[in-house]
């Protein structure tokens, strides 16, 4: 992880009240952020369109388990023999117009990661603008609903359901706006325009006790990340670069995978030779298996991925009822 974001995290998610309030200082630049945020939602047009739109977004500066939540809701309208497509920008991707992606032709330096790891299990789309790529999908395909990850503040787009994903460890840090805190807009106003707020991991923030009385008539909703338990009694190197790299790592930890190294990098990094070269010795020295996430496995290439293992994980829902009868009342 970069020096910069390792203290922006750290700052963001202490309960030191000394650096709470060195964060203040920060507060007039969130309080900017904050007047372009409502210059930016009252200069929208919403548009309406066929199909379905579902936004499956966070209201904080990643690492909250969007993806893997996207994932397990393809499978959900997949069930139920709904066509779907996924829409996202393929953060930093080379491609910026409105692209299908196909793992043969695209690589993660080309659609971004996520894309590589969505285009396994559904037909996926890459655009920077997200009103041309929904323009694309529906002129070249007939489908019941696009998911779009991420594209809660963008009011350009009507959606017909909204999707909260939170991370019920971090919470929403310590509450301020971007730059003094994590937040893209105030888990109020986040929660107000959601039609299912989807918790995962233990709310250790007790945010469901804090809104549920005050959202009376939204779907929450408690999931949790789930993968096989390591019973190989072999250690580990442990290697990143999401999000939330300590989630990662806690997730081995709880699923007792014996991690005797750790190698954190910067959000989407983009691995050199050195870098993989660096850890395989490492790994190799200290008689280590490597592993790494799924997302960061997928911005290797073919020599790289050589000797790495990735975690497969998935989201598990607390209520499969619930969620179906909240996206397919009609059924």
């Known amino acids: 992880?970069?020096?910069?974001?390792?203290?922006?995290?750290?700052?963001?998610?202490?309960?030191?009240?000394?650096?709470?309030?060195?964060?203040?200082?920060?507060?007039?630049?969130?309080?900017?952020?904050?007047?372009?945020?409502?210059?930016?939602?009252?200069?929208?047009?919403?548009?309406?369109?066929?199909?379905?739109?579902?936004?499956?977004?966070?209201?904080?500066?990643?690492?909250?388990?969007?993806?893997?939540?996207?994932?397990?809701?393809?499978?959900?309208?997949?069930?139920?023999?709904?066509?779907?497509?996924?829409?996202?920008?393929?953060?930093?991707?080379?491609?910026?117009?409105?692209?299908?992606?196909?793992?043969?032709?695209?690589?993660?330096?080309?659609?971004?990661?996520?894309?590589?790891?969505?285009?396994?299990?559904?037909?996926?789309?890459?655009?920077?603008?997200?009103?041309?790529?929904?323009?694309?999908?529906?002129?070249?395909?007939?489908?019941?609903?696009?998911?779009?990850?991420?594209?809660?503040?963008?009011?350009?787009?009507?959606?017909?359901?909204?999707?909260?994903?939170?991370?019920?460890?971090?919470?929403?840090?310590?509450?301020?706006?971007?730059?003094?805190?994590?937040?893209?807009?105030?888990?109020?106003?986040?929660?107000?325009?959601a039609n299912i707020i989807i918790i995962i991991g233990e709310d250790k923030n007790k945010i469901y006790n804090l809104y549920k009385h005050m959202f009376k008539d939204k779907v929450f909703l408690q999931a949790e990340i789930k993968c096989e338990k390591d019973s190989s009694n072999q250690n580990y190197l442990a290697f990143s670069g999401i999000g939330n790299n300590e989630g990662f790592i806690n997730t081995l930890h709880n699923n007792n995978y014996n991690v005797k190294k750790i190698r954190l990098f910067p959000d989407h990094y983009y691995y050199s030779k050195n870098d993989i070269e660096n850890i395989k010795k490492e790994a190799r020295e200290n008689n280590l298996s490597i592993i790494t996430t799924e997302k960061d496995w997928k911005r290797l290439n073919l020599k790289q991925q050589e000797k790495i293992n990735f975690l497969p994980i998935s989201v598990e829902f607390s209520n499969n009822d619930t969620l179906n009868n909240a996206l397919f009342p009609d059924d």
């Open 1 to 193: 992880m970069s020096q910069n974001q390792k203290i922006a995290q750290y700052l963001w998610y202490s309960n030191n009240i000394i650096i709470k309030l060195f964060l203040l200082l920060l507060l007039p630049l969130s309080f900017l952020y904050y007047f372009l945020f409502l210059l930016k939602k009252f200069l929208s047009n919403e548009k309406s369109f066929q199909p379905e739109i579902i936004c499956v977004g966070n209201c904080s500066v990643g690492g909250d388990g969007k993806t893997s939540t996207m994932l397990s809701l393809i499978n959900t309208y997949q069930s139920k023999n709904k066509k779907v497509a996924v829409l996202l920008k393929g953060y930093k991707g080379k491609i910026k117009l409105p692209t299908q992606v196909n793992d043969i032709d695209h690589s993660a330096i080309d659609v971004g990661d996520e894309a590589l790891l969505y285009v396994k299990h559904v037909r996926t789309f890459i655009s920077n603008n997200r009103l041309a790529g929904i323009n694309f999908i529906t002129n070249n395909h007939s489908l019941d609903a696009i998911l779009i990850d991420d594209g809660l503040q963008d009011f350009r787009i009507k959606k017909d359901k909204n999707i909260l994903v939170i991370n019920g460890n971090r919470g929403f840090g310590n509450g301020f706006l971007i730059p003094a805190g994590p937040l893209r807009q105030s888990p109020s106003s986040a929660i107000k325009i």
